[in-house]
Nanobody, 115 residues
Framework: QVQLVESGGGLVQPGGSLRLSCAASGIIFRFFTMGWYRQAPGKQRELVAMITSRSDTNYAESVKGRFTISRDNAKNSVYLQMNSLKPEDTAVYYC?????????WGQGTQVTVSS
């Protein structure tokens, strides 16, 4: 059974930082492209950042220079370091794992940026 379990969300003031973690099980992690997506109320889910099996990365324009995605294949985990957070970063953040034939989602973790 595949599981993606996110953690690290919470309430933070503007300008603050959070680090999200996603622990994967039930997949051969190192072969999967891992991604972080987010969905704000009333909006569509959007890609935040992704990292391939070769550790190539891609970021949404809105988070470039502020967020960093990384992976640890030994721990079957992917991380999202979020700095200089803004109120518009408020959303539910979802972990995603995909390859040529499979696509999996975590349950999401809430990130709220507010003073």
């Amino acid at each position: 059974q595949v599981q993606l379990v996110e953690s690290g969300g919470g309430l933070v003031q503007p300008g603050g930082s959070l680090r999200l973690s996603c622990a994967a099980s039930g997949i051969i992690f190192r072969f999967f492209t891992m991604g972080w997506y987010r969905q704000a109320p009333g909006k569509q889910r959007e890609l935040v950042a992704m990292i391939t099996s070769r550790s190539d990365t891609n970021y949404a324009e809105s988070v470039k220079g502020r967020f960093t995605i990384s992976r640890d294949n030994a721990k079957n985990s992917v991380y999202l370091q979020m700095n200089s957070l803004k109120p518009e970063d408020t959303a539910v953040y979802y972990c995603n794992a995909r390859n040529m034939t499979r696509n999996y989602w975590g349950q999401g973790t809430q990130v709220t940026v507010s003073s």
